[in-house]
């Protein structure tokens, strides 16, 4: 097959699994297989760059940084919507429709999922997307098309080739925003608040290399403009569903005594929903009833938000008490008295950071408003002032730490990162702080580190109070009996922990970073960063020269992950723990063949076959220090087979079928730029 054919079928192929995962929902393709993809697309534009063109899945990365920012007029106003938020307002709606209509008119209507995240338009001419902008004011929003260009479940190509402007709606699924949330904390960066804050947030970064790392969806929910192709706003949809666009809305034509039914059959499907609806949009579908009832300056006359209730309960806040984290943090949580929401049974609730407590002026003793809004935990919202006694007390952040009793220190939060919020962090400096200890050895214990099962709350409570364990390379050097001594600890219980701690010491070097929780590090960065440096002790032996260079080189890693890095190889603490691993054999180097070094080979995979001058293990060695990739039969993906004597004709044969390249063992030294070792 030539590369151009090549292409055309990786980059079929690679579109179709963005859309069966981020449209439909649905998807066959394990991530490895699907990077592999990538990866071979990526080689095959580097060996061809005429193949790469701008709506190729390769420019899903992001392009360069937005310097400043560029505004763009809309054709038509981006409008709100109406609201309404009881049934006679809804009713309200409708006398003003039925009025503003001729007689021999009778509306139908179309009834929506309000999504929750922010609002998007985006012009397709000539069947790529040409323009992305944000509503903005209304009239003029900021142009934002390489953020949109990186979000999978816009189609970068549809069969159609006018000019159409669609408008739709930026989310982020709720598991994605969980996953989100989980990575942020192992970077030491703060939560979002929901989806709906971290979605607004990234359509509008400056970087689009950043955007592409959110896990950003777009649902269309209006055809704005270009050939009126249909009469209504259901076939619209139907539409732009057969190009390929996301609209997965689910929407009713119906007449208006059933549109409550409607809505109320979305209010209670709404908590089995991917992404957050905050509300049901009512639709008149004809267009050409739109156009008879018009808008208003700031709404259309023809559409309304019909809001849901937000789950919200009132309660007594009985007590903030002070959580101290991983790194110190200090946080303030509520206790509040018991109340049923959405539900469950409530009895804490977050506060986010003493700011908010200040701004909000909540006291302890005060009827408060606790809300859950995609958050797990659900978040004090309001006081109610009216229920006030005067026996209320403000809250101050401690000035000691309430773990070990240090000074606290305040600092002031990323200035960058606006839609955290701004006041100061209050920390614990103490590196040795019990709580702090604690919250490590969870962290270091969590599934997506080294996962370590049985190990509870209670045990490592009792572990580090009676100071059995005061980091991480401790838990290395308890015994079963050692553990079954300590109270509430069966023997039975006993050797299940130790033998989960023993099976995790077996964990990859990418587990074992992303446990030790190096500042800005996440799961993903930390597998990049094992790739690289294959063992501790390497790192470890590393000058920080070394290291710079090492981490500096790796994909996507910026300024202040390199730098944490090297900060955190360079802290003497962190070293001795580290150090006390290495020796205690905790870690396994990361598999050879993952290590994606760059190199003459990279982007290729092989698969080695026959009799060859070397043994078989060696010449894989070489293709790997190459930047080569290895496999060991040969499948669809494979780019070469190297043949030795007595070649098996099936592997022949397989390598036709799937048009993989046949070279001899001194051809394969040849790619290499290196002569066959004698
Ligand atoms: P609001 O900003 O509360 O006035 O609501 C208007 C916004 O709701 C629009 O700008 C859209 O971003 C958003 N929206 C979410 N889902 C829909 C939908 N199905 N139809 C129209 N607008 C929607
Ligand atoms: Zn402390």
Known sequence: MNPAQRHAELVREIDAHNYRYYVLDDTVVTDADFDKLLRELTALEEAHPDLRTPDSPTQRVGGEARS??????????????????????????????????????????????????????????????????????????EEITENVRTIRSVPLRIPHTGRITLRGEIIIYRRDHDALNTEREAQGLEPFANPRNAAAGAVRMLDPREVARRPLRAVFYHLVEGPRLHATQHES????????????????????????????????????YPFETDGAVIKVDAYRQQDMLGMTSKFPKWAIAYKF??????????????????????????????????????????????????????????????????????????????????TEEKFRMPA?????????????????????????????????????????????????????????????????????????????????????????????????????????????????????????????????????????DRMLSMSADEAREHVGAIHGFGPKMVDSVVAFL??????????????????????????????????????????????????????????????????????VLVAGDKTGKSKLDQAKKYGTKVVTEPQLYDMMGAPAAS
Not at 81 to 89: F, G, I, V
């Open 68 to 141: 400043q920012v560029a505004q763009v007029k809309h054709g038509t106003r981006m409008m709100s919507l109406d609201n309404a938020y009881a049934p006679d307002e809804l009713a309200e709606f409708h006398r003003r429709v039925v009025e503003g209509l001729p007689d021999a008119e009778t509306p139908r209507f179309c009834v929506e999922p309000k999504l929750d995240g922010a609002s998007v338009e985006v012009v397709y001419d000539g069947g790529r997307v040409v323009q992305a902008s944000t509503r903005g004011d209304g009239t003029i929003g």
């Open 309 to 390: 209730k937000a789950e919200q309960a009132r309660t007594r806040l009985l007590a903030i008490t002070v959580q101290v984290g991983r790194t110190g943090t200090l946080t303030p949580v509520a206790s509040v008295d018991p109340v049923e929401l959405a539900g469950t049974t409530v009895s804490r609730a977050t506060l986010h950071n003493a700011g908010m407590i200040e701004a909000l002026d909540i006291r302890v003793g005060d009827m408060v408003f606790i809300q859950k809004a995609g958050e797990v935990i659900p978040q004090v919202t309001g006081v109610d002032v009216t229920a006030r006694t005067g």
């Open 570 to 639: 360079a802290d003497p603490d962190q070293r001795e723990l580290m150090r006390k691993l290495v020796k205690l054999g905790v870690g396994r180097p990361q598999p050879r063949d993952e290590v994606a070094t760059d190199g003459p080979l990279k982007g290729m995979t092989f698969c080695v076959t026959g009799v060859l001058s070397r043994k078989r293990e060696e010449v894989h060695a070489d293709i790997r220090a190459a930047g080569g990739e290895v496999h060991d039969s040969v499948k669809k993906t494979t780019t």
């Open 400 to 536: 000691l730490c309430p773990s070990c009793g240090t000074p606290v220190a305040r600092e002031l939060r990323d200035a960058d990162k606006p839609e955290l919020g701004l006041g100061a962090a209050t920390r614990c400096p103490n590196r040795a702080c019990p709580e702090q200890v604690k919250q490590r050895i969870f962290y270091f214990s969590r599934r997506f580190a080294m996962d370590v099962d049985h190990l509870g709350t209670a045990l490592v409570d009792q572990l580090v109070e009676q100071g059995i364990v005061k980091d991480m390379a401790d838990l290395y050097s308890l015994t079963a009996e050692r553990i079954a001594v300590l109270a509430r600890m069966g023997e039975k219980s006993a050797q299940n922990v130790f033998a989960s701690i023993e099976r995790s010491k077996a964990s990859t070097l990418d587990r074992l970073l992303c446990g030790l929780g190096i500042p800005q590090i996440g799961q993903v960065a930390a597998r990049q960063l094992a790739e690289e440096m294959h063992t501790l």
């Open 237 to 272: 949809l139907e539409w732009l569903e057969a190009q390929g666009l996301p609209t997965h809305l689910r929407q009713t034509v119906i007449a208006w005594d059933e549109v409550a039914a409607a809505i109320d059959v979305i209010d209670r499907a709404r908590a089995t």
